[in-house]
């Protein structure tokens, strides 16, 4: 099956179609759902693959899993390849402001009509598969985003595609296609209602998407520690390598800057990639770290691997603007190590906190309470959300001066009339907000800030 142009849908008549299925991004998971709510093979997408003549099996990949910081490895490496004279696409999630974000070709947003073709596609294959009573009948919303990102990667004629788990990594959508090179960013307690309630069980479903053969990169640092272990029994059972950074190995302090370990991972993807020879010959350069090292030289590059959210800064008239949807207690604290050596940032910021209900609130805030001017408590705006009044009494516990506002635009608005005020009394340290926790809440609050504001590149560090 192919997609097809005649009387193409919109996106947005798609999207009704697509939105109809179960989403699990969006639907909350309770303590007892595990095993029972999410699914148990990959037999759906599979079949719906098949349907569609296989689109995965026509690119070389890099798949790529981990607790924080996969997406902007992902953004990464697909800028190198790209560097290094190739075409490449990237699939991507989360999204925060438009479902295009997710599909990339070359570091662009694949184009409206484009993706609704697609998904298209992939919803004709599923209703197919509901006529014949085949496994595709189950396909969910992700299974068909996932499907519709690999037809738009075929239909561009790609021979390389950068692809992001959306959730853990065995039994992730994203699991159909073979990694040439695979990558396990770190390992945090997230998910555990699906993933697993250790560190170690964690490891497991996302070393998963390691197969027989390929090339491991990972940050996980290896025994004693309990995930790295777990990587590495299954990297000797796929009879292949892992890969770490100095830092991870403990030969060398782990740098602050989220930003240089995520550089660090990317290198040694690209240079284990031009190990293997991708891009050798008839191209402009052989794939290798310092294609990377030389692209982010150029502006274009530098803001085709920033992320959406993911430290994000904005210039408003009340002083900066953080985004970055660090969700987890390991992440959110590592965000504040990087942004306080960041000129203009050493002073407490004034937070912005939306959180899902199944977070580890209570580590969250712990951190934040030591390190914030004050906390702004919020929805992030859909049915899987901590409620804002449980973090002000979460918060209570832990001194922190906490208040509540029931919208994320309530929020940024108490936000920035704080740091107003401490604008106008404040000595040597002007007011920052930090707009943190989920990114849905940044989803809800990007919008305002690019018609209100001015972006600009990541402080350097103070020297």
Known sequence: ???SSDS????????ERLDALIDWERRTRGPGERGQAMRVDLE??????????RPDRTLCCVHVAGSKGKGSVSSLVAAGLKAAGLRVGRFASPHVERLTERVLIDGAEVEDAVLAAALQAALDAREVAIKDQSEGKDATWFDCLTAAALLVFEDADLGFA?????????????????????VVTNIELEHTEILGSTRAEIAFEKVSILGRGAGLVTGVPP???EAGYVIDKHVEMMETRAIRPDWALGTAEIPRSIDQRNKDLAGLVLDELGRRRWGVGEGPGRV???VLSA??????????????????????????????GAHVPGSVKAVLDDLQDRRGLQSAPIVVLGLGADKDRESILKILGSRSERLICTSVGNRTAASPGELVENAKRFEVAAEMAVTPQIALSRALELAQEQNATSGSSAPWILITGSLHLIGALRPTLRQTARPIPLPPTQC
Do not use: K, Q, W, Y
């Not at 193409?8 to 999207?15: E, G, I, T």
């Not at 502006?299 to 970055?324: K, N, Q, T, W, Y």
């Open 1 to 3: 099956m192919e997609m």
């Open 8 to 15: 193409p849908a919109s996106l947005a008549a798609v999207l």
């Open 44 to 53: 759906p997408v599979t079949d719906l693959l098949s349907l569609l003549g």
């Open 162 to 182: 950068v692809i992001e788990c959306g959730l853990g990594g065995r039994l992730d959508s994203t699991n159909v296609v073979v990694g040439d090179v695979c």
């Open 223 to 225: 025994a004693p520690d």
């Open 288 to 290: 290798a770290s310092g």
């Open 295 to 324: 692209a982010l030289l150029t502006a274009e590059v530098c803001i085709e691997a920033r992320l959406p959210g993911r430290m994000e800064v904005f210039e408003h008239s009340a002083g900066l603007v953080v985004l970055d």
